[in-house]
């Protein structure tokens, strides 16, 4: 039942009469693409709008999910931890049982709506360090992922915007390091008179936590200032930024509440498959439709469902996908392997104070009042993240672990766990009592897991295993973690703060903080590496190649995290704008070349 789009020339295709966005396959003009983009985070919103800037090139991007702009939680960046898990926006997937977590399976969130997961997302805007880039060029061999070559593109997204509360950001950040004309505005977290001075004395009065000025400068090493994808006290995702002041020009076509099922083979070039089909839905019953790109089809449906449809679409390792009976189209081993994620472990202090946001969550009428600010002017509490200052470090370099384990780090400027500081207890608080949350994260992981399918049907969701803590060193290095944020609460700027350990209360021995993270560990939900970048003509590993084409097939190419063979030591959306924004260009240069 192929509701077959005739394909009509471009030259047919009344300019200016078509481009919107569509709510129903059956809507969707006939009309030639010579792109078409499968989701729109980060990735495929990037890469959309920049192709499409080209008033001679038609691109069609379809989404699973709707619009964001009526959930009024997505703008509020203090509601962001309200926007998953169990919620109609989100793929509400959960893990196969974690053998690192006891056995416990776990929430896995993933944003579906237009702008993907950046929509529900917590903002944290940290591009990563010069050394994964760096790797990321050295193990593609491709000079044009180092960090140096990348500063056009990094610098071409942000816009640094003053913070919400307009304080004077002097040495909170270094402004000559960031983007003045870009789409994306970033700016750094508002004041927290409780938190901010004892966290920034520790660093002086500590030396393993220095200070740093700014964490996106390339060397992520120490403690510093937030930085946020938010402007104006609203949240920036890539629907607002990218995709939306786009979706009127006539040359660009957006397609929501319609899943891709599988892409396919229109035939073949000089013996290779060429993959310029795809095929989608409204949902599991409905008609399937299908169309067929002129120049490329593009999968940016992220780390999870881009595998996903690739096994679908007989694009995969062979025995696996033989086990399933879909016939494969080209044997490509590595696709679902290498998935990489980050560890998440709250801490938690009672605290002497009473201006955290402790009170805000369990007093509806402060609350309310917080809320009604926001909508006067976008201004008080909410205009800001939940979480405050952020930490990259390192293990010391004599650790014991690294006589055994090679560091797994892409290098110095690279951390091993990360500090997130939060001016509250994570989830609902106590009935009383005030609090200081330190998140603990696992950020050079040397766990992998898979993403897989067990169903032909593009509607059952995929097996996600991230293997979360399989490792020694990923178990040491939270053990370590937990360690050093009691240290940093030691210090003396936090002596008359602290008023005792709440969670993990007890726990002291190694074995016993091991325990306690296996027990309640989660995921900072970077997952990435399942469709990684390799080589060209590497066939050890990797998906893609060095330019995100597919390896084996034409016509087909992918721009999301999974390309990263490695996830950065650093949160994923400010690496998948930019590598959008490079692929971008490479599908420009190659189009006109
Ligand atoms: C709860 C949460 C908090 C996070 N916090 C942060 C943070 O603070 N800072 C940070 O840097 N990163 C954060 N991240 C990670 C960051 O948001 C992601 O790394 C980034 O959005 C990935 O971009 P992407 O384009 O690869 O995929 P996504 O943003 O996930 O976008 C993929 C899109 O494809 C669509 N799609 C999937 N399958 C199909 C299909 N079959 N057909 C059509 N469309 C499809 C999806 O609906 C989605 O819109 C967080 C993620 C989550 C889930
Ligand atoms: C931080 O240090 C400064 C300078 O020593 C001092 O004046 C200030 O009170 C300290 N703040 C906190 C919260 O410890
Ligand atoms: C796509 O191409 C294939 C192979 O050329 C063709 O059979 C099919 O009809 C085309 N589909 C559409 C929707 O035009
Ligand atoms: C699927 O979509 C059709 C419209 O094409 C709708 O009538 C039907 O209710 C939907 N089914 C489900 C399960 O959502
Ligand atoms: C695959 O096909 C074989 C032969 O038709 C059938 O016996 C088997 O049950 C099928 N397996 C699956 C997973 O569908
Ligand atoms: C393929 O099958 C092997 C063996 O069962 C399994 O280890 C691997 O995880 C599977 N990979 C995928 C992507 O399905
Ligand atoms: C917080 O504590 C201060 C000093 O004890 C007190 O003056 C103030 O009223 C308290 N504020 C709230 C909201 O409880
Ligand atoms: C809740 O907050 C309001 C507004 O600040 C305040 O008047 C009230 O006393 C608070 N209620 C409790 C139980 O603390
Ligand atoms: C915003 O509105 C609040 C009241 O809701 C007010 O107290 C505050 O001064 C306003 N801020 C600005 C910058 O207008
Ligand atoms: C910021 O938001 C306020 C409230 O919605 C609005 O009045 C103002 O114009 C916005 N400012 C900018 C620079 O967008
Ligand atoms: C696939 O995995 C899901 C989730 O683990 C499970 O509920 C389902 O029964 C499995 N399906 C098959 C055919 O094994
Ligand atoms: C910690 O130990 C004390 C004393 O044994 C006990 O009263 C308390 O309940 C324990 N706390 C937790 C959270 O297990
Ligand atoms: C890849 O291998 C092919 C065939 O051996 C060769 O022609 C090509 O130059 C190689 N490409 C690179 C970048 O090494």
Redesign the pocket.
């Known amino acids: 039942m192929y509701a077959s789009l005739s394909l009509l020339s471009a030259v047919f295709a009344l300019r200016g009469a078509y481009a919107a966005i569509y709510t129903d396959p059956s809507q969707l003009p006939s009309r030639e693409y010579d792109y078409v983009i499968v989701g729109a985070g980060p990735g495929g919103s990037v890469v959309a709008r920049r192709l499409a800037e080209s008033s001679t090139t038609n691109v069609l991007i379809i989404e699973a999910g709707g619009l964001p702009d009526d959930i009024e939680d997505v703008a509020i960046p203090f509601l962001s931890e309200t926007l998953t898990p169990n919620q109609p926006w989100d793929w509400n997937y959960v893990t ?1 049982p974690q053998p690192g977590l006891n056995g416990r399976s776990i929430d896995y969130p993933r944003g579906k709506l237009l702008g993907g997961s950046s929509c529900v997302n917590d903002q944290a805007w940290t591009r990563g360090s010069k050394d994964d880039f760096d790797r990321y060029a050295r193990v593609t061999g491709d000079d044009g992922w180092s960090w140096d070559a990348l500063q056009p593109f990094i610098h071409g997204i942000e816009q640094l915007v003053p913070p919400a509360d307009g304080h004077n950001t002097a040495g909170e950040v270094i402004p000559s390091i960031h983007g003045t004309n870009g789409l994306v505005g970033i700016s750094v977290q508002g004041l927290l008179p409780n938190l901010d001075g004892r966290i920034f004395n520790t660093t002086s009065e500590l030396s393993e936590f220095p200070f740093n000025e700014d964490m996106n400068s390339g060397d992520t090493i120490g403690i510093s200032w937030g930085q946020y994808a938010i402007r104006n006290g609203s949240r920036q995702d890539a629907a607002n930024t990218y995709l939306e002041p786009a979706s009127n020009w006539d040359n660009l076509d957006v397609l929501i509440n319609t899943q891709v099922t599988k892409v396919f083979k229109i035939g073949e070039e000089s013996g290779v498959p060429v993959i310029r089909g795809v095929q989608f839905a409204l949902n599991s019953t409905s008609s399937v439709y299908a169309v067929n790109a002129t120049k490329e089809v593009i999968l940016s449906a992220g780390a999870i469902n881009t595998p996903q449809i690739l096994l679908l679409s007989g694009l995969g390792p062979t025995a696996n996908l033989s086990s399933l009976n879909i016939s494969a189209v080209v044997d490509l081993p590595f696709v679902g392997s290498n998935l990489q994620d980050h560890v998440f472990l709250p801490n938690t202090w009672q605290v002497n104070s009473n201006l955290t946001y402790d009170d805000v969550n369990r007093n509806q009428t402060l609350f309310n009042e917080d809320l009604a600010q926001w909508r006067n002017n976008r201004t008080g509490l909410f205009a800001a993240a939940s979480s405050a200052e952020i930490g990259w470090l390192r293990l010391p370099e004599d650790d014991p672990i690294f006589e055994t384990v090679q560091d797994p780090s892409a290098g110095k400027l690279s951390a091993h766990y990360e500090f997130i500081f939060i001016d509250g207890f994570l989830g609902t608080p106590p009935a009383t009592g005030n609090f200081l949350s330190i998140a603990t994260n696992v950020v050079s992981p040397t766990s992998r897991g898979t993403v897989t399918i ?2 032909t049907n593009p509607f ?2 995929p ?1 996600i295993d991230p293997g979360l803590l399989n490792s020694d060193f990923d178990i040491h290095t939270i053990v370590e973690a937990i360690k050093a944020a009691r240290r940093f609460v030691g210090s003396p700027a936090f002596s008359n703060y602290i008023v005792d350990t709440v969670i993990p209360a007890n726990a002291t021995t190694d074995d016993e903080l091991a325990q306690f993270a296996r027990d309640n560990a989660g995921t900072v939900f970077h997952p990435t590496g399942t469709t990684a970048m390799s080589a060209w003509n590497d066939t050890s590993s990797g998906v893609v190649n060095p330019d995100l084409t597919v390896k084996g097939v034409k016509g087909l190419r992918i721009i999301d995290a999974g390309i990263l063979p490695f996830v950065p030591a650093a949160h994923t959306q400010a690496s998948v704008y930019i590598i959008a924004e490079r692929a971008a260009a490479l599908i420009k240069a190659a189009a006109s070349s």
Do not use: G, I, K, R
Request: proline share 0%; no cysteine; glycine share 0%.
């Open positions: 196969t067990n169903s059952d969701f097996l």
